[in-house]
């Protein structure tokens, strides 16, 4: 017994010093690929004239009074930093302020960290309210700073962005003038390490046309413009393509431009790489290759024509060759631009096999890829399925069994980095020894599908990043920003982005307060008691329930509320319930993971004090008097009063329920009108803002059409993506039905309103025939509904109807009151 306890005494001290000094070796390496990194950045005049570009932009009259100058580390103490400090006036119109850095990236930050703190000025996105420059004193007149100046370093060298699905849920319908913006305000917020996924097709089509992968077979690979994502991760095929020769060639074009002013302003794009998903087409031209067909990700029935897609085994010899020709056609059409490459190879697919020695072989096999082309290549993998498929990747998957090589350890010291990707809510570096030595990125998952929720964790995002880079043996090496959807919850955004330049402790409170004064432009009493109603509420989840947004109005419940059908309380018969379970074991591991449980009635996540919540409603109300002006108070308003509205209808839903269950038709029919009174009255309130209208969507899509057909297929692509999302039956609504559901003003009113109408009519009906209720009556009715709406092509509203602080206090008035 005492030599067993020994020998697993020194077992663990084995792991642990293995552990430890890899540590310190990946650390060492990370050095070596920063300073390669470096040497493929733009000449220091190119990075001054492109942060000079971004003032410009922003603020076209003061474009004379910053100094803009590229810098050595040396300056910093050999960290990335900005310095700022007053010009030594020489004439009258020299420059007032000189912001110094070691790239553009870190210039452009160092203007945002002087607009905010030294002019009470704020940035964010458009669709968020926009930018608050009216603080910004004249040119002349810009505030000083100290006599010695701020110089800010970056504790970690990287700050990241993007999820691989964004590019889908987001900036699926950009242009050139879009992007130019998204990459401003990348730059402004300290972004050094973007992911750069636009156009890959078009290089996929040039590498398979080399194999024999004709345009035809290519159709059948491609996914449609809304679902290029999940086409890329192998998740399914053609549903919504095929993609038009069109599209691949602006695609292209636009990702060059793309990468280029990334280029210029310091940033290192990450380029995607090949993870083994390939047309079924060369399963043909090559039939001895070990290519296997994987199991059904997320359709109805099976539908072979978009599910189960093929995986090219990494041990075939012709998964190096075509990773290899992928990754040297990406240089030959961008340039010798960055040595990091994204791959996802089992992203929601759980591997064949859970043997170690395979998994270290699949991994070697994704890098040898990589490197044959690029011999200074570096794996930057997700860590999704770490979490999402926890139950597959135990430590003997995940790390090195007393140092025998797996999945991180299967490639070269300091040749992978790990996006710890939902680590405001599940970090895994606490529970994997920081990846067992694998360098990483500490970041912020937040959003779902692009759901339109206030919703935030700021103690976690505030303190996760300094505790785990502070940790024993850390090696964390970045923060990152990797939301599904961008463009909402804008104070979660600023200071998620400020993480990267915050090497200490600091008072979030006080933070607030300040955020709350630059957010529009000036200090009001009401709206500081609100945040600090907000930051101890909606922006307090610490239930560790990731926030997918099912509120009533935006997910509907497909269920039996009688019980009698068989139905369990997520809203799926048994039978499907058993057929889900038979599935990759994705529907109930991975996305619907975050419901709730009931014993009753399916329940959205509520994690806060509604009550609590319309008390700050109340105070941005009457606040209004003093910032009705101000776009970021619009913005702010017409979102709380949204939310808060959202949750009572979702109480208002229950209500209807409870009243079916007792046969009290009266009140079945006082709470379900009031329900759909609910719908109308908050698409009206989205409707007097800008940036929750479902037109702007639709619009952008047809915009990219270059003909009639393309602009019939991405409107259908726009409409689906946001409601059904893949396929449906003539009885049974997609999997993923309205997982990217929106809270837009004509989506409300055109879609989710009618749904929830017929469902309660016929609730209504069954108990006035004393008969039960016909949920495939139901189901039925409205998947045809949807399908046709999805098909149609009406209008919407692309600028803002009416008084947003009109229309919120009288909602206020009418519900709350």
């Known amino acids: 017994m005492v030599n067993l306890k020994s020998w697993f005494l020194l077992a663990i001290l084995y792991v642990f010093l293995c552990t430890a000094s890899s540590a310190t070796v990946e650390l060492d390496a990370i050095e070596s690929v920063l300073r390669r990194l470096h040497s493929k950045q733009a000449p220091p005049i190119v990075q001054e004239s492109a942060a000079k570009g971004v003032?410009?932009?922003?603020?076209?009259?003061?474009?004379?009074?910053?100094?803009?100058?590229?810098?050595?580390?040396?300056?910093?103490?050999?960290?990335?930093?900005?310095?700022?400090?007053?010009?030594?006036?020489?004439?009258?119109?020299?420059?007032?302020?000189?912001?110094?850095?070691?790239?553009?990236?870190?210039?452009?930050?160092?203007?945002?960290?002087?607009?905010?703190?030294?002019?009470?000025?704020?940035?964010?996105?458009?669709?968020?309210?926009?930018?608050?420059?009216?603080?910004?004193?004249?040119?002349?007149?810009?505030?000083?700073?100290?006599?010695?100046?701020?110089?800010?370093?970056?504790?970690?060298?990287?700050?990241?962005?993007?999820?691989?699905?964004?590019?889908?849920?987001?900036?699926?319908?950009?242009?050139?003038?879009?992007?130019?913006k998204e990459i401003d305000w990348m730059a402004l917020q300290g972004i050094n390490l973007p992911l750069a996924f636009t156009g890959q097709e078009a290089i996929w089509q040039k590498v398979f046309l080399d194999y024999n992968i004709t345009s035809q077979d290519l159709n059948d690979f491609f996914g449609g413009p809304a679902f290029l994502a999940w086409a890329r991760m192998g998740n399914l095929h053609a549903w919504g393509g095929p993609l038009s020769q069109n599209w691949l060639n602006i695609q292209l074009a636009l990702q060059k431009q793309i990468l280029s002013r990334m280029q210029e302003v310091g940033m290192t794009p990450v380029l995607p790489s090949f993870s083994g998903n390939v047309p079924a087409a060369l399963k043909k031209i090559f039939p001895s290759a070990n290519i296997t067909r994987l199991g059904d990700?997320?359709?109805?029935?099976?539908?072979?024509?978009?599910?189960?897609?093929?995986?090219?085994?990494?041990?075939?010899?012709?998964?190096?060759?075509?990773?290899?020709?992928?990754?040297?056609?990406?240089?030959?059409?961008?340039?010798?631009?960055?040595?990091?490459?994204?791959?996802?190879?089992?992203?929601?697919?759980?591997?064949?096999?859970?043997?170690?020695?395979?998994?270290?072989?699949?991994?070697?096999?994704?890098?040898?890829?990589?490197?044959?082309?690029?011999?200074?290549?570096?794996?930057?993998?997700?860590?999704?399925?770490?979490?999402?498929?926890?139950?597959?990747?135990?430590?003997?998957?995940?790390?090195?069994?007393?140092?025998?090589?797996?999945?991180?350890?299967?490639?070269?010291?300091?040749?992978?980095?790990?996006?710890?990707?939902?680590?405001?809510?599940?970090?895994?570096?606490?529970?994997?020894?920081?990846?067992?030595?694998?360098?990483?990125?500490?970041?912020?998952?937040h959003n779902f599908g692009g759901n339109i929720e206030m919703y935030g964790v700021l103690d976690a995002v505030a303190s996760g990043p300094i505790d785990a880079r502070t940790s024993e043996n850390s090696t964390m090496v970045g923060v990152g920003m990797?939301?599904?959807?961008?463009?909402?919850?804008?104070?979660?955004?600023?200071?998620?982005?400020?993480?990267?330049?915050?090497?200490?402790?600091?008072?979030?409170?006080?933070?607030?307060?300040?955020?709350?004064?630059?957010?529009?432009?000036?200090?009001?009493?009401?709206?500081?008691?609100?945040?600090?109603?907000?930051?101890?509420?909606?922006?307090?989840?610490?239930?560790?329930?990731?926030?997918?947004?099912?509120?009533?109005?935006?997910?509907?419940?497909?269920?039996?509320?009688?019980?009698?059908?068989?139905?369990?309380?997520?809203?799926?018969?048994?039978?499907?319930?058993?057929?889900?379970?038979?599935?990759?074991?994705?529907?109930?591991?991975?996305?619907?993971?975050?419901?709730?449980?009931?014993?009753?009635?399916?329940?959205?996540?509520?994690?806060?004090?509604?009550?609590?919540?319309?008390?700050?409603?109340?105070?941005?109300?009457?606040?209004?008097?003093?910032?009705?002006?101000?776009?970021?108070?619009?913005?702010?308003?017409?979102?709380?009063?949204?939310?808060?509205?959202?949750?009572?209808?979702?109480?208002?839903?229950?209500?209807?329920?409870?009243?079916?269950?007792?046969?009290?038709?009266?009140?079945l029919s006082l709470h379900s009108q009031k329900f759909l009174q609910l719908i109308k009255d908050i698409d009206r309130l989205l409707a007097a803002d800008d940036n929750f209208l479902l037109g702007t969507w639709l619009e952008s899509a047809k915009n990219l059409a270059m003909n009639s057909d393309e602009k019939k297929q991405y409107e259908w692509n726009a409409r689906t993506q946001v409601t059904m999302w893949f396929d449906n039956t003539k009885y049974n609504q997609s999997q993923l039905h309205d997982y990217a559901n929106k809270f837009w003003s004509g989506l409300l009113e055109a879609y989710y309103l009618p749904r929830a109408s017929m469902y309660f009519k016929l609730l209504s009906k069954s108990l006035e025939e004393k008969m039960d209720f016909k949920l495939e009556e139901w189901r039925k009715e409205w998947i045809a509904y949807s399908n046709k709406w999805q098909e149609s092509t009406e209008l919407y509203p692309v600028k803002a109807q009416g008084d947003a602080l009109a229309i919120s206090t009288a909602l206020f008035e009418k519900y709350f009151s």
């Open 482 to 667: 990797c939301m599904e959807g961008i463009e909402h919850n804008p104070v979660v955004y600023e200071l998620m982005s400020e993480m990267a330049f915050r090497g200490d402790n600091f008072q979030l409170q006080g933070w607030l307060k300040s955020y709350s004064h630059r957010r529009y432009g000036k200090v009001n009493d009401q709206i500081e008691a609100a945040w600090d109603i907000l930051y101890h509420t909606i922006y307090n989840c610490t239930d560790g329930i990731a926030d997918h947004n099912t509120d009533y109005i935006v997910e509907f419940p497909d269920w039996d509320p009688s019980g009698k059908t068989g139905t369990d309380i997520s809203g799926t018969d048994s039978s499907s319930q058993n057929r889900m379970q038979k599935l990759a074991g994705f529907q109930l591991n991975r996305r619907f993971l975050f419901f709730e449980k009931s014993s009753s009635l399916p329940k959205p996540h509520l994690w806060y004090s509604t009550e609590d919540v319309i008390k700050a409603l109340k105070l941005f109300i009457d606040a209004g008097k003093e910032l009705s002006g101000s776009l970021t108070y619009r913005y702010d308003l017409v979102d709380l009063s949204r939310q808060s509205l959202s949750k009572l209808a979702n109480q208002v839903y229950l209500d209807a329920i409870s009243a079916f269950r007792r046969e009290d038709s009266k009140a």
């Open 297 to 445: 990700w997320n359709t109805v029935n099976g539908d072979p024509r978009w599910c189960c897609t093929f995986l090219l085994a990494p041990s075939d010899p012709l998964f190096i060759e075509i990773g290899e020709a992928f990754i040297r056609k990406q240089i030959e059409e961008y340039g010798d631009i960055t040595n990091i490459y994204n791959c996802d190879t089992f992203n929601e697919n759980t591997p064949p096999t859970d043997d170690p020695t395979y998994i270290s072989s699949l991994g070697s096999a994704v890098y040898k890829a990589m490197s044959k082309a690029d011999n200074n290549a570096v794996w930057l993998m997700q860590g999704w399925l770490f979490y999402s498929d926890s139950k597959y990747w135990k430590p003997p998957q995940m790390e090195v069994q007393f140092c025998r090589k797996a999945l991180l350890h299967s490639v070269p010291r300091g040749k992978m980095i790990v996006l710890d990707l939902f680590a405001d809510v599940k970090p895994i570096w606490k529970s994997s020894s920081q990846f067992y030595g694998t360098p990483y990125i500490w970041c912020m998952l």
């Open 55 to 180: 003032l410009q932009r922003l603020l076209p009259a003061h474009l004379h009074s910053f100094e803009f100058k590229i810098v050595s580390k040396d300056l910093c103490g050999g960290r990335s930093c900005f310095r700022i400090t007053n010009y030594k006036v020489s004439s009258r119109n020299s420059p007032e302020i000189l912001i110094q850095g070691t790239t553009a990236v870190e210039i452009t930050s160092g203007l945002h960290w002087y607009l905010k703190y030294r002019c009470g000025a704020h940035i964010s996105w458009d669709k968020t309210g926009g930018v608050q420059l009216a603080s910004v004193p004249k040119p002349g007149s810009l505030p000083l700073v100290e006599a010695d100046g701020v110089t800010i370093q970056r504790p970690v060298p990287w700050n990241y962005y993007q999820n691989v699905v964004t590019s889908s849920y987001s900036f699926v319908w950009w242009d050139w003038q879009r992007w130019e």
